[in-house]
């Protein structure tokens, strides 16, 4: 039987969605596939959370083959007095599944939600889902409802919830109690481990768009960015706009007749200089905007949200007042936050401990990049963003905040960021915000920049223009131990984010050049390609320190190193100057690390396929199991990686830089926020890495 643990809600809205994702999250870095089981799922709809797990994870089993059954065949099979052949049916789909998974997570209903699951009163839905998860062979987590909650009732809910769910026969794993008000102790005195995770505006807050949904309205402005904004409180719109103004807050609605022109623009001239940051605005009665102030809006260039109702205010409020966001494949911003919170919350060792869950030896993608995150979680670093009003930064710097990978530093106009970040509806707050323009550091690298440069006749007055350049400014900081390590490409060329770091960081003792790696994520393993970014030609002793640094940082990032040095020929079937390069590098990298696998000159196909690798070098330990692949050129490497990538759909995480003596990262400029994330933690793993004995 796979490993299997089942979340159940003591309570309605106690976010056992949230506990689930988290759960998924954590096996999902040491197994795959896994599986994602809801014992019942609406009749007339997709159970968002049962999408939002089967799209996120490597999962063994689409949404149609990961339920039991609809809500009405659970309440016909119950209404008839057939419990036992509902619960069989149940049970029958759950074993199908795990058969095809590594560990299994399965998602309960609230034992009060009587909807969506079997009929009866909470003690019988309590007895429903004990059964469920005795059936299963699955361990409990009951998740209890701790909002607005003092701690001495979240820790009696625990206690509680504890001794229900093992009175009805089933074991527990660890009791959580969600959504608590910040601060709230976990709770204490129970046999299993318990915790507490406060409740999060990002997570229970509805979004624009779920608010526009609810009031059916009709979306006048706000691209998707706009709509994914959390509506974190309600203003209603009624008075003059002095005590308007009063009443606006960060992240609120503002609620108002479409025809109070004078509160709209008001508003808006308010979010645009900064004075707050709205949602959105929703106009109510139908009324849409005068078009004259809709055009002094525009103007503005606020990116609001604006929404027209045909209902009332009171009954807006209402309808807003009761929503609550959603985890969904929609919300990722939700998701991330979830995700934050539980890790920042619950001991994930001690969770896996008790599941008995042994890392698998097969890495998947998102097992390789949830192991980055966890990693740089574990030892978290100070990074410097160069790009700081660039929207994917801005995007990927609230995931890497939210989720505690690393602390961070923005660079730019302070202002001018915070602007962006309000546009796009980002909370970078924790971040810190430098302009390199006004810094207190200014000086000091200036002064820095002409002793490094003093050779190249670089004189202070040059100095102190070269240093405003944020990419400068960077390495600077990284330079002088105020960040650990720096990661920039999204808006500028490679050159340009790492001349500074060749200028001012330069390489580690006992290596000749720099030179990077991608990590090609395939559908069931891990490669390292090098180098595909920055060496056009290197002769043999570059190429064998390539090949050595190559082998190095798989090593850190958990890839075992099997070296291949690629080349149009394997062994001795070919000749010329291009494989006489390659074999004597091959030569270096024995000599200098005789314990280390490494074959060269060999064919790709020789390298990574088992088969070619018995005809053509039958008695080599790499052949056909290389996990390091070292090409002879640029040339070779940039089109190998890029033609995998798009042929193969592999992920390609990097460029990678390595050498340096700190570490300093460049992205594409195509970059999305997931490949920035994943850049920033593996900055922050070669940070970490430099510093241990």
């Not at 998740?143 to 769910?165: C, F, I, K, N």
């Not at 042929?647 to 390595?658: D, F, H, L, R, T």
Request: hydrophobic share 45%; aromatic share 4%.
């Amino acid at each position: 039987m796979a490993p299997s643990v089942y979340v159940a809600g003591l309570g309605p809205g106690a976010g056992k969605a949230a506990v689930a994702l988290g759960l998924a999250e954590l096996l999902s870095r040491r197994v795959a596939p896994l599986g994602m089981f809801r014992p019942v799922v609406p009749t007339t709809r997709d159970d968002p959370v049962l999408t939002l797990l089967t799209a996120r994870y490597p999962v063994a089993a689409g949404y149609a083959d990961s339920f039991g059954v609809t809500g009405n065949q659970a309440a016909a099979l119950a209404a008839e007095g057939r419990q036992e052949e509902l619960i069989g049916r149940i049970v029958e789909r759950y074993r199908e599944l795990e058969r095809r998974c590594a560990a299994v997570v399965v998602v309960g209903g609230d034992v009060t939600d009587l909807d969506d699951d079997a009929p009866g009163g909470p003690d019988q839905l309590l007895g429903f889902h004990a059964r469920l998860a005795t059936e299963f062979g699955s361990l409990v987590v009951p998740v209890v409802d701790g909002l607005d909650q003092s701690p001495e009732l979240v820790a009696a809910a625990a206690r509680t919830a504890y001794h229900d769910v093992v009175g009805a026969g089933a074991t527990v794993l660890a009791v959580i109690a969600n959504r608590v008000p910040e601060g709230t102790p976990a709770p204490t005195g129970l046999p299993v481990p318990a915790y507490a995770i406060p409740e999060v505006s990002a997570v229970s807050a509805p979004t624009v768009a779920e608010v526009a949904a609810a009031l059916d309205a009709t979306v006048l402005s706000g691209d998707s960015a706009a709509l994914d904004r959390d509506v974190l409180d309600v203003v209603v719109g009624a008075a003059h706009v002095p005590v308007l103004l009063d009443h606006l807050t960060d992240g609120c609605l503002l609620i108002t007749p479409g025809d109070r022109a004078d509160l709209l623009v008001a508003a808006s001239a308010a979010h645009a200089g900064g004075a707050v940051t709205l949602a959105g605005l929703a106009l109510t009665l139908g009324e849409h905007p005068d078009p004259r102030a809709m055009r002094v809006i525009e103007r503005l260039h606020t990116g609001l949200p604006v929404l027209v109702t045909k209902s009332d205010s009171y009954d807006t409020i209402g309808t807003v007042s009761r929503l609550e966001g959603r985890l969904a494949v929609t919300t990722p911003r939700k998701v991330e936050a979830a995700l934050g919170a539980f890790e920042a919350h619950v001991d994930p060792v001690e969770l896996i401990r008790r599941l008995d869950v042994t890392r698998s030896h097969r890495i998947t993608p998102l097992m390789f990049e949830n192991d980055l995150i966890d990693r740089a979680r574990t030892s978290r670093r100070h990074l410097v963003l160069p790009e700081g009003t660039e929207p994917r930064v801005l995007r990927a710097a609230e995931t890497l905040l939210r989720r505690g990978v690393a602390d961070l530093t923005l660079l730019g106009p302070p202002f001018e960021i915070n602007r962006c970040a309000s546009e796009l509806g980002v909370d970078i707050t924790a971040a810190r915000l430098v302009d390199p323009e006004t810094s207190e550091w200014r000086d000091a690298f200036a002064a820095r920049y002409v002793e490094l440069r003093r050779h190249r006749g670089v004189a202070l007055d040059l100095a102190y223009d070269v240093v405003r350049d944020v990419n400068y400014f960077g390495t600077l900081m990284v330079e002088a131990g105020l960040a650990d390590g720096m990661v920039s490409g999204a808006n500028h060329t490679t050159a340009a984010t790492i001349r500074p770091a060749f200028e001012i960081i330069k390489t580690e003792p006992g290596v000749s050049v720099a030179s990077s790696v991608f990590f090609m994520l395939l559908a069931d393993r891990v490669l390292v390609y090098g180098d595909c970014a920055v060496n056009p030609d290197p002769d043999a002793s570059q190429l064998a320190d390539i090949a050595l640094s190559s082998a190095d940082t798989a090593a850190r990032f958990g890839v075992e190193p099997k070296l291949a040095m690629l080349s149009y020929a394997t062994g001795t079937s070919g000749t010329g100057a291009d494989v006489d390069k390659v074999a004597r590098a091959t030569e270096l990298v024995r000599a200098r690390r005789p314990e280390l696998p490494v074959e060269g000159p060999i064919q790709y196909d020789a390298a990574v396929d088992p088969t070619v690798a018995a005809t053509k070098l039958p008695d080599s330990p790499v052949a056909g199991h290389a996990t390091v692949l070292v090409f002879p050129d640029l040339n070779t490497g940039n089109n190998t990686y890029k033609a995998v990538q798009r042929s193969a759909g592999a992920v390609a995480v990097g460029p990678v830089m390595q050498g340096l003596r700190r570490p300093v990262n460049d992205l594409s400029r195509g970059a999305t926020v997931k490949d920035i994330v994943n850049t920033v933690a593996i900055t922050a793993i070669q940070a970490a890495g430099r510093e241990s004995p």
